[in-house]
Each structure stands twice: as C-alpha cells, then as structure tokens.
C-alpha cells in the first residue's frame, strides 16, 4: 500500500511519517534548515501486518501544490494531517479538493500536535474537520488524534494504517507496465536511476521499456521495490529502476514522464475527458480556458474546450484537451486543472480519449462515443463505442493499457474483426448487405461494365473503412464466394458483360472479317469506321466490350483480334518452336506460316510477351511452358 500525507503547511506531516517509520522524509539540506517540506519525500516501514507500507511526504506550501500533486496520483490511501492548534487551513481544503478530484475513497485524518490542544479544542477542529469532509469521498474517515511529539496515538494510527494495509486489493499486474516518474537522479557507480509508481502491470530485470514521451528506449538494469532490492517490480508498489542505454541520463528523463512497455508508447497533445469544476471557482469554464493541468506526475500547460457549452462551478461536463505538449496517458487516468498563476484548483477528472479530433469534436455521434467510452469495464465500453462506429482494436486495447490479447474483450462486445478494426455484428451484417447491394445495383445500371472501382466501392459504403481493412473486408467477403474480386474492380459472381441488341448487332457486322481469310491482318478501327460510315468512337467501344466478354484480344492500339484466331496464332507458334532445335524461334519464322507482314507479326509476339506466353531474348522467343495454355491448347 502507499499512503499519501495531504495538509498545511508546518501542520507535522514529516514528523508524523518519521513517527509512524522512523526515517526523515526531508533528504535536502534547505528542508532541513527551514523546517519544511519543498520536494517530495519516501519512506517505508512495516506497520505491524507483514507488508511494506509506502510513505509519499508532500510539501503543504500553497506555490508547492504542484509537487503535492506529482506525488499524489499513485497512492492508495489518503493520511489528512490537521494540526490540533490552528485547525482546518486553506491547503487543507485545497488538499482535500485534490483528493476528491482524484477520486480516492480511502483515507484517515490525524490530528497532530494533539498535545497542543485540551478536550474542548480538539472537540472543535474535530467539528471543524467532520464539515470539510462532508460531501468528499473521505466523509466517513476515522480522526484520531496524535501527537509526534509525546508518541499519543501513534501506536493506534500505526494499527489503523496496518489494517488498511490487509484490505487493500493487490493491484493486478496483467497488464502491460507503466511507470510515473517523480524523480530521476543520477547514483554513483549505478548510473541513472528513475523513481515512480507502478501504476499497471510489472517490469523485470533486462526488460525493454521506453520513456514517454520522448520515445527513449532504455534496458532495466536493476529494481528495488518498496526500498528493496527485487528481480521485479509490481503494479501498486513504489519502485526505482537503474536504467540503461543510448542517451539514457539524468537530464534525458523528467518529472512527468511515464516509463512504459514499448507497446504502450503512443503520446498524445489532444484528449477528451470528463471534467468536474469546483464549486470555489469563480467563474463557468469557457471555451480555450487556460489551465495547467496534472496527471500523475506530468504538468503540462493547456487549454480547455467544453463540449456542450460553458461548465458553472460545482458542475460537470465533456471537455477537450489541448495541450502544449505531448504526454504519456492512459484513458481512465485522473487529471486535476489549476489556474495558470498556480493560485488555486478549477477542478478534475478523467481522461476518455486520448486520440480527440480536432474537428467535429461536438456532433452528437461524437458526443455518444464518449458517453460510451465512461464505461469502466472494457468490454462494455467497446461494446457501447461499436454501436456508434468501428474501433481500432489495437488502439482501444493500447490506451486503456490493456494486455494485447483482446480475445475476451471481443467476445464480450460480440466484435467481428477486420485488419485493425473491430465492428459490431450488426455493422458487419450491414456492410455485407450493402456490398452486395450496392454490387447489384452497378451492374443492373450498367451491364456493360465489367464492375464497380474498388475505391468508389469503399467510398459508397457505411461504415467506411480505411483502405487496408476495405481490402481485407473484400478478401474476406471474396473468399465466402459473395464477390468477385478483379484486379481494382469488384463483381457479383453472377454477372456478365452483355452487349445491348444494337451492340450485338455492330459486333454481328464485325465478327466476320476478324475470322475470315484475312484473319490474321484484320482491319482497324478506323477501317470499320469508313466502312460502316461510323464513329471511331462507336466502334472501339464495341469491341472493347467484346474484350471484356473474351470474344476478341486487343492486340495493338485499335487492332483487334478474334479470341478464336489469337489460340490459332498460339497453336502455330507451338508448331515453329517444335520444329526448331532448341525451341527457340525468330519472328521472321512466324510472319511467313501467317502471312500478315513484319508489323503486324511483332505487334502480336509483343502481345503475347506481355502476358508472359512468350519469352524474349534479343531477337529469339520461346514458348514459357508455364503458361503455355493461356489460350487454350
């Protein structure tokens, strides 16, 4: 367990810690010489029960609320420090408000400097004390008075802490590993050292991780664990790492920063998120309000952007996040705002969506994946956020810090997967339906059409997919016999190019001079064109439909052959290259069994060296037995 010391200035939370441990928490020669706390400090103890308790001593300075902060984010349970003598003090509240922002419902209140105060005065901070908690997530903590000084109540507090200790539930280390950092230092004869809370899954000796935001790659090269030396480090506990690597250094690495698995590193300047402002604010949070804002240890410059319009004090509303620079988050992270002069708190809450657009932020379909995305439980949420529109998978999982085996989470949405998305199952029954719909109604407006673009396909269906997971949904849908897929164009397994009656027709008039005797030197375009006293335009459609159906083959530009005569030239080509030694035979040798001229002869062995029937070598050819029977034998 850690617990977190919160409270005023000079109201004895270092003594309480040393008291209840027995280290100094104050290591810098100025605290020691002022008296008072300016970092933050650490230390452990075993309170009775076992286990290792961590102690986090934050500074009670109202221009130090922002160390108060890099410390508070990690702790599991709150010790509110109120000095019998001067009673409840604006940090105190300020303190408080922080721990209601960051949601934490377990806490104890000391009464220190007990030996200061009679019965009655206790009495009355007791009071004092019962009203600020009213309303907070602390209202039914316990306040025992202590006294660091004569050691009153120092054995009950110790108890009580222990007992807090055997029912905080170990947090689970399943997922993947995240560290806040609030220190870095250098030790000599170790190298660079990093101090944090595990706030997820584990890390071990020789692990790979990476420091975010600035993408840092560094090895563990050691661990102590809740001031011990360990082979591991766990969610939940205190840990300082030695760390190693190219540019891994001191300076390198800062207050703020997050040591995580390398999967989780994804920076983000731009989050939505749920925000709760206080009810001492003086004015409603409007649009581009400037704030500083805290998470875990981070504190960043940033600018608010309500969702729905101005939030009043003492309300809650959807917010967009833009900050002044990247940092490491994960959704469900808890934040608190303060004012730009480091004056006082506006308010807090928690993070939604860490990949906010910066356009269209407050449609309403937005507005919904955001009411889904509170969910706390990650298959519920998916769920909720796939009834609006396909999700990442990987980024859902990656910013929820989730182990990367979505298996039961996408079981539990009933999510079908393409490429990196998931969707709903009605989403994916609406896409195949549209697909071949859409398909269905192509072809009948155009018969004689091949098939629809692949990309006018994708752009014409909802959901739209990106183009990789569009591919992959088509493949899928190809692969189950629903569409045919074409190089870039699609069709129903059932259609076929048909010529129209008039179509029919023309090609009627065609056909017999690309099969007579001058088959292999038929006419042109333009030859039918001043025959039939038509359009070249007219006719090259024609026969370019006629390709399509595999009636002809387009030898050169507007020459045509019949498909019939194309597998006779291929026959006769077999024939020269059988009667040659080697196989190989020149073009000369198949103009003369043809009869149709060197242009033309070229023209169609050029045809056939496109579609790989033949092999080229200088001025030999042969016949590629692989694709020997491209037109038939």
Same mark, same amino acid.
Request: glycine share 10%; with cysteine; proline share 5%.
């Given at each position: ?17 040393? %008291? ?36 986090? #001593? ?83 903590? #316990? ?33 993947? *590993?995240?560290? %806040? ?8 004869? %170790? ?29 563990? !090269? ?15 506990? !205190? ?57 875990? @240890? ?78 706390? #439980?990650? @298959? ?86 990106? &183009?990789?997971? *569009? ?24 259609? +076929?190019?048909?010529?129209?009656? +008039? ?15 001058? !088959? ?40 045509? *052959? ?14 020269? %290259? ?20 060197? &242009? ?5 062995? #050029? ?27």
């Amino acid at each position: 367990m850690i617990v977190g010391t919160a409270g005023h200035i000079d109201h004895g939370k270092t003594a309480l810690v040393k %008291a209840l441990t027995g280290i100094e928490a104050d290591r810098l020669a100025e605290e020691k010489a002022r008296g008072i706390t300016i970092e933050l400090g650490f230390a452990y103890a075993d309170l009775g029960g076992g286990a290792v308790t961590g102690f986090v #001593d934050v500074p009670g300075h109202e221009r130090l609320i922002h160390t108060m902060l890099a410390g508070a984010g990690g702790i599991d349970f709150a010790l509110l420090v109120v000095a019998a003598d001067d009673g409840i003090m604006p940090q105190t509240r300020e303190h408080l408000a922080i721990l209601s922002l960051l949601n934490l419902p377990r806490g104890i209140v000391a009464l220190t400097k007990a030996d200061l105060a009679g019965h009655e005065r206790r009495a009355e901070v007791t009071a004092q004390i019962r009203t600020a908690l009213a309303g907070t997530p602390l209202a039914g903590a #316990d306040i025992l008075p202590v006294s660091s000084l004569t050691g009153e109540g120092i054995a009950d507090l110790r108890a009580a802490l222990a007992a807090a200790e055997a029912e905080t539930a170990r947090r689970s280390a399943q997922g993947p *590993f995240r560290l %806040a950092v609030d220190r870095s230092f250098t030790l000599a004869g %170790a190298g660079t050292i990093v101090t944090g809370t595990v706030i997820s899954g584990r890390v071990a000796q020789e692990d790979t991780v990476i420091v975010s935001p600035s993408g840092l790659n560094a090895r563990v !090269r050691g661990i102590h664990a809740q001031n011990h030396r360990a082979v591991e480090g766990f969610a939940g506990q !205190r840990c300082a790492l030695n760390l190693a690597g190219d540019g891994v250094t001191r300076a390198a690495i800062h207050r703020g920063d997050m040591i995580l698995a390398p999967m989780l590193h994804a920076p983000t300047d731009r989050i939505d998120a749920e925000l709760s402002v206080l009810p001492t604010e003086p004015r409603p949070v409007g649009i581009w309000f400037p704030a500083r804002l805290h998470s875990h @240890a981070a504190d960043v410059a940033a600018r608010i952007v309500p969702l729905r319009g101005e939030i009043a004090p003492g309300e809650r509303g959807l917010v967009q996040l833009v900050l002044d620079r990247p940092i490491a988050a994960a959704v469900g992270d808890r934040f608190v705002l303060r004012d730009t002069s480091a004056s006082r708190s506006i308010g807090g809450g928690i993070f939604l969506d860490l990949r906010a657009p910066a356009r269209k932020r407050s449609t309403p379909e937005r507005l919904a994946v955001l009411a889904a995305a509170r969910d706390r #439980d990650p @298959a519920s949420a998916l769920a909720g956020m796939l009834a609006i529109a396909p999700v990442d998978l990987p980024g859902f999982l990656r910013d929820r810090a989730l182990p990367l085996a979505p298996a039961a989470i996408q079981d539990a949405a009933r999510a079908e997967i393409v490429g990196r998305l998931a969707l709903s199952a009605a989403q994916m029954q609406g896409l195949r339906h549209a697909l071949t719909d859409t398909l269905a109604a192509f072809h009948a407006g155009n018969p004689d059409l091949p098939g629809i673009g692949r990309e006018k396909l994708r752009l014409a269906l909802t959901p739209r997919l990106p &183009k990789e997971e *569009f591919l992959a949904f088509l493949r899928d849908q190809a692969q189950a016999g629903r569409v045919v897929l074409e190089g870039a164009f699609l069709r129903l397994p059932g259609h +076929e190019v048909q010529l129209s009656p +008039e179509d029919e027709a023309l090609f009627a008039r065609i056909l017999p001079q690309l099969l007579g005797e001058g !088959r292999f030197r038929p006419p042109r375009v333009r030859d039918f064109a001043q025959e039939f006293g038509m359009d070249e335009r007219e006719i090259r459609r024609v026969l370019k439909l006629a390709q399509r159906l595999g009636r002809v083959d387009q030898i050169a530009q507007d020459h045509f *052959f019949a498909r019939a005569v194309t597998a006779e030239m291929v026959a006769i080509l077999r024939d020269v %290259a059988g009667q040659s030694e080697d196989g190989w035979f020149t073009a000369p040798a198949f103009r003369d069994r043809v009869q149709n001229g060197r &242009k033309v002869a070229i023209e169609i062995l #050029d045809f056939l060296d496109r579609h790989g029937l033949t092999l080229r070598r200088g001025d030999l050819r042969r016949i590629n037995p692989h694709r020997a029977d491209l037109f038939g034998e």
